[in-house]
């Protein structure tokens, strides 16, 4: 059974940074694309940023610069560190991951809270 386990929001000042993880079990990690989503309140859930299993990276256009997505595959983690966070960054950070079957797996988020 997939699980996907988000950790690492909490509140944090405009400009600081936060590092958010998701554990992952269930299935071959290394061999999926994993991604990170973000859905603000009365907001559309939107794509952050994408990591595919050999490492190659894309990202939101309002996050590039700001946020890092990574892997380690021997921990089954995806990570995504966060820095110069805008209150526009606000929201629950879910982890997703498509398996075999096209099985749509996600997490059951971790929020960011960005305010002075």
């Known amino acids: 059974q997939v699980q996907l386990v988000e950790s690492g929001g909490g509140l944090v000042q405009p400009g600081g940074s936060l590092r958010l993880s998701c554990a992952a079990s269930?299935?071959?990690?290394?061999?999926?694309?994993m991604s990170w989503y973000r859905q603000a309140p009365g907001k559309e859930r939107e794509l952050v940023a994408i990591i595919t299993p050999t490492g190659g990276t894309n990202y939101l256009d309002s996050v590039k610069g700001r946020f890092t997505i990574s892997r380690d595959n021997a921990k089954e983690t995806l990570y995504l560190q966060m820095n110069s966070l805008k209150p526009e960054d606000a929201a629950v950070y879910y982890c997703r991951a498509i398996t075999l079957g096209n099985n749509d797996n996600w997490g059951q988020g971790t929020q960011v809270t960005v305010s002075s």
């Open positions: 269930g299935f071959t990690f290394s061999g999926h694309g």
